[in-house]
């Protein structure tokens, strides 16, 4: 878990908590059909990282990659999800994500053979 505090001029400070390990790096699970074709990789900890990968020919829409937290949370955390796109922001937004306490499993609407960025970032 995170901790979240303002200073005086409304700025945000981010730290880690004490009650949950810090760097603690989530794996990746294997990628359906066309998606994650090659490049794939996490970077980040279980509060904020990024998903990278390269789209094989058409991807279809549906799952794309399950995310397993290092750290089970205790029930499913409040969560945001970021495209960005590494070569391209042409495709529009296309990813979403079905959240659990353990992880996350990002899914997509049809996408376009090109690299792909997803981030994501967890409030607990």
Known sequence: MSQVSTDNVGHVNWGQSPDRPANAKPTLGAFTSTWGASGTSITGDDTAGSVAFTAGATPAAGSV??????????????????????????????????????????????GATKSYVVKYFVVW
Do not use: C
């Open 65 to 110: 990659v399950t995310v397993t937290f290092a750290n089970e949370y205790a029930s499913t955390p409040r969560a945001v999800l970021v495209q960005g796109q590494a070569t391209d922001s042409s495709a529009g937004d296309i990813f979403d994500a079905t959240w659990t306490a353990a992880g996350f499993t990002i899914i997509a609407a049809a």
